[in-house]
Structure formats: C-alpha cells, structure tokens
C-alpha cells in the first residue's frame, strides 16, 4: 500500500474544518485513501454509486444527524448534487453543539457544478483537497521512469508488466469516454472527444490553438474551447496559462496544454512501453509535462504556476511564483547533456527570477551560470517541497 501525500493534507483539513471535499480523476485513489483514514477514526462510508446506500439519504438530514459523532464519508458525492444545501443545515446545527470540524469528507470527479454547488452552500464550511497521481517522492527513485511511462494512476503503475498497465489506460480512457463524461451532463460524441484528446496527446505542451483543432475535427472555435474546458475540469488536462510581465516584449498569450499524465499521453498515442516511446516524437514533450506536473504537485499552496514565451523566441518551460513574491524559473531537458538555447538565457533577463534550475536526467546538481542549476527532478522537487506547509 502506497501512502499518498494527500492523505496528512486531509487530515488536517478535516482538523479546521467541518467538510473536506477531495477532488480528483476516477481511479487515482481517493476511495483508498477515505478508508485508511476512515480506519483509525468512527466513521461511515456511503457511496453514492450504490442504489442502496442513496436510499439511506432519502431524508438526508434525518439519516447524518443520527451519525453526528462520526465522519461521514460520502462517495461520488456529484450524484446527489441537491444534498450541499442540507449539509449546510447539518453543519451549523452541529456547530451550535460544539461540533465545528471533522463531519464530511466528500469524495468526487471534480465537476464545474460540484465546485459551485458546494461553494454556494458551504462557503466558509468546506475545504478543497486535489488529489493527484503518484508523484515522484511518493515512489522509489529508481521507479522514475517506470512512472513516467505508466503515469501516475495507481493500479497503472503497480501492474506487473508494461502490457497489462498499457491495457489498464486503454479500458480506463474508454471508460471516461463511454460512462463517465455522458453521466456528467455533457453530450459529446465518445469518438469525437477521443480524437480531440488524441490530437492534445499529439501537441502535448504545445500553445493552444483552438482554430487549427477546430479545422481537424469540423467544429467551430467555441466548441474546441467547450471541450477542452471539459478535460481541464476533469482534471486531465492542465492549461498553463503565459505569465504577463512588462517587459515590453511582444508575449504569446495563448496557454500551453498538458494532459496531465504521461501514462494517459502514451496510451492516447499507442505507445505501450519505453522502446516505442523512445523512438516517438513526442518523447520530449511528455517528459516536459511529467517533470512539470511533479514540480507543480510540489509546490506550495497558492503558488501559480505558468510559463513565459515571447514573440521573438525567448522562453521558459515553467514559471513559479510563490505566494510570498519569490519566482524560479524553469527548463526541462531529457538528456545527461542538454543544450540550453539562448532563448532561455534571453528569458532571464527579461524576468529576473530569483533563482533558474535546468532540470536534466542526470544525478548530480550543479551550476552552471549566476543564479542557475543543472538539477535532477527528485532533488528539485525536495527543494520546492520545503517551502509547503501542509
């Protein structure tokens, strides 16, 4: 059993506040997790999935309230989406009873109506957890590229052989394809919004260009948008958004985009096992997007993460601010040698961050310029998670 970083992220909310929602994709272990820590706390699991467990919350509040003394653990909680109004009651009863936090942990596929219902009814009442795949800190070191290869969804990475996790990734994005997005609401096409997510697997980390998809999938500019939008709220794909500094430099302002896991990347693209993905062109590019990630899931909440591009060619893969004002800059390489353009050097003095790291394959860190590190991933990842304070 793999212990999650999310899972002391959890415990703490619950410790603050009366209901902790845990967002995240299917199958990246949030009902796992809601069972350890239902473990060593009184607690009820409901999954709202099971015909007979939404029949115990005909009458929410007449079921929860006879439960008060335990966490309640509501599973695939966007099923019952009229039920945040009643746990608002429930919670400010128990409130006036001394019961202020550890009520609710509410599990679910992040949805944009479960973020705003929820955020409409228990504001103030409810904190936000996004579980992520595995990262690297989560495994051993010398798993890393096993990780990048099968992605971070956990039964994926713990298959046996390349083969089964690549099967796995198959059956789970035809799964989100055929069940799961149709239950959400929209009415896309399953072959249709395959081959969009195909075509992003395709110009992974690449600036988004809504017209040229829209041409390749005979749809207008606004449904592109709609359908990423989508894939972004699911929380399989990340939109990095271009930071704007008055440089005065002409600055591309579409974001890039990633599908945030490399295992998804490789099975969209039908590339099973490291040989095949070696010799693929995308190999840099899901490199980039799994270092990125990885960096991301190690910072520091309220750290914005973005990247910075000009006109004229100078450009860096990952831009961090930290809530504090304090900006690193980033470049991702695959390689023991890698070439660092000019660009990169350009993009420096445009941004002046406080510190610039390469990341590179390599096992050593070292500089290589004022204010600049060639730097393993594991060792920048420890660097940036010293600054977390959950």
């Known amino acids: 059993m793999i212990r999650r970083d999310s899972h ?37 699991y409901l ?9 115990k919350l005909i009458d929410p509040t007449l079921y929860l309230s006879e439960h008060e003394d335990k966490l309640i653990i509501l599973d695939e909680v966007h099923r019952l989406p009229g039920l945040f109004q009643e746990l608002r009651g429930i919670i400010d009863a128990g409130k006036r009873k001394g019961l202020k936090s550890c009520r609710f942990l509410l599990l679910g596929s992040a949805s944009i109506d479960l973020l705003r219902q929820s955020g409409e009814s228990l504001a103030g009442r409810i904190s936000y957890v996004e579980m992520y795949p595995l990262s690297v800190p989560e495994i051993d070191c010398e798993q890393i590229d096993t990780l990048w290869v099968r992605g971070g969804f956990p039964d994926s990475f713990l298959e046996t052989t390349d083969e089964k996790s690549f099967v796995w990734r198959e059956d789970f994005i035809r799964t989100y394809l055929e069940r799961d997005i149709p239950e959400l609401g929209p009415r896309i096409p399953a072959e249709t919004l395959r081959r969009f997510w195909s075509m992003l697997a395709h110009c992974q980390g690449g600036v988004f260009n809504a017209a040229h998809l829209a041409r390749s999938l005979s749809v207008d ?10 894939l972004v709220d699911l929380l399989l794909v990340r939109r990095l958004t271009p930071i704007h500094r ?18 998804i990347v490789h099975a969209l693209l039908g590339l099973p096992d490291k040989e095949k993905i070696l010799g693929h062109p995308v190999i840099g590019m899901s490199w980039e997007g799994f270092v990125i990630e990885n960096l991301i899931q190690a910072c520091p909440d309220r750290t914005i993460p973005g990247f910075y591009r000009t006109s004229a060619g100078s450009e860096i893969d990952l831009v961090l601010e930290k809530p504090d004002g304090t900006t690193f800059a ?17 993009a420096i003095k445009d941004i002046n961050p406080a510190k610039s790291f390469i990341v590179y394959s390599g096992k050593e860190r070292y500089p290589i310029a004022e204010n600049i590190e060639m730097i393993p991933l594991p060792d920048l990842i420890q660097f940036l998670t010293l600054g977390k304070t959950d």
């Open 8 to 44: 002391n992220q959890v415990r703490k909310r619950l410790k603050q506040f009366p209901a902790v929602a845990l967002l995240g994709p299917r199958q990246v272990g949030k009902t796992t997790l809601a069972h350890q820590l239902a473990e060593h706390l009184p607690s009820i």
């Open 47 to 55: 999954d709202l999935e099971s015909h007979a467990d939404r029949a």
């Open 221 to 230: 500019s606004t449904t592109v948008a709609r359908y990423l939008d989508l």
């Open 246 to 263: 008055n440089t005065g430099k002409r600055l591309v302002k579409s974001p890039k985009v990633y599908i945030r896991d490399s295992g």
């Open 330 to 346: 980033i470049e991702v390489k695959r390689g023991l040698s890698p070439k660092i353009s000019k660009g990169f050097y350009h």
